[in-house]
């Protein structure tokens, strides 16, 4: 798999169902997610997050926010409440033709096409926050350890990074097809069996790795947390960054 095949099928369920894309439920397919609703999902994310940031003594309200794989902005309009400005990235026009079209933060968040597997677009130590939550575990490996390196470059010092990694699929029936069909096998199925409008990927970063990553670039994980989602058939790991340096 690679990095334009997840581009070409991400526009694809941009273009086609954005908002159950970005949050698969099954009974939200074919445009049935309540724009509120799916709006709310993001603040109760956002929430959270900030009360973990907080009990961790690092801020909770910031300048400049980089929400990377933006999607339909679910997530960026809830950072917005909490930041000067918010950065939403994507590799999905369509995406961000649909986030443009919900967002309520009167000019408080911007959304960019990005088509690389880089963040060139943005300087280096230019956001307090880089978020990304359901995003990472749609690319390949290489890929999300290139990333990794370039949410540390763009963080100023003592800038904190908010991020959810998929771990490793469970032992369900459906986690061990993960685990053991070949990725054609699994992405024939989504669009045959499934019926989705286009694949999604799904990868395994072990915790060491995203660690190793970060640290090699001057970043240090500080907390994290894993948790088995029955639902997705996964495990999935959220981490929180702090970028070397004097803020």
């Not at 581009?7 to 941009?14: A, N, Q, Y």
């Not at 603040?43 to 309200?61: H, I, M, P, Q, S």
């Not at 930041?83 to 968040?109: K, N, Q």
């Not at 029936?173 to 070949?182: E, H």
Request: glycine share 8%.
């Amino acid at each position: 798999m690679s990095f334009e095949q997840v581009k070409r099928d991400w526009t694809e369920l941009g273009a086609q169902d954005p908002l159950w894309a970005v949050h698969v439920a099954p009974d939200k397919r074919g445009g049935r997610w309540d724009v509120d609703d799916f709006l709310d999902l993001g603040r109760r994310d956002v929430g959270a997050a900030r009360k973990w940031l907080a009990d961790l003594g690092l801020a909770t309200e910031w300048e400049r926010v980089l929400d990377f794989g933006c999607g339909a902005g679910r997530l960026s309009q809830a950072l917005a409440e909490h930041a000067d400005e918010v950065i939403g990235v994507d590799v999905s026009e369509p995406m961000l033709e649909t986030a443009r079209a919900l967002d309520r933060t009167d000019g408080r968040c911007q959304f960019v096409l990005n088509e690389v597997p880089d963040l060139h677009v943005f300087t280096s130590n230019s956001f307090d926050l880089v978020y990304s939550e359901l995003v990472l575990q749609h690319l390949p490996g290489k890929v999300i350890a290139g990333y990794l390196a370039e949410f540390v470059r763009v963080l100023r010092p003592g800038g904190v990074a908010v991020l959810q990694c998929t771990t490793r699929p469970l032992w369900t029936l459906k986690g061990t097809i993960w685990r053991l069909a070949p990725y054609r096998l699994v992405r024939l199925g989504q669009k045959l069996v499934l019926g989705y409008p286009a694949p999604m990927r799904m990868t395994a970063l072990p915790p060491a790795r995203v660690r190793s990553v970060v640290a090699a670039h001057g970043a240090e994980v500080v907390a994290s947390v894993t948790t088995d989602e029955p639902d997705t058939h996964w495990q999935s790991t959220k981490y929180v960054i702090v970028k070397g340096g004097t803020a």
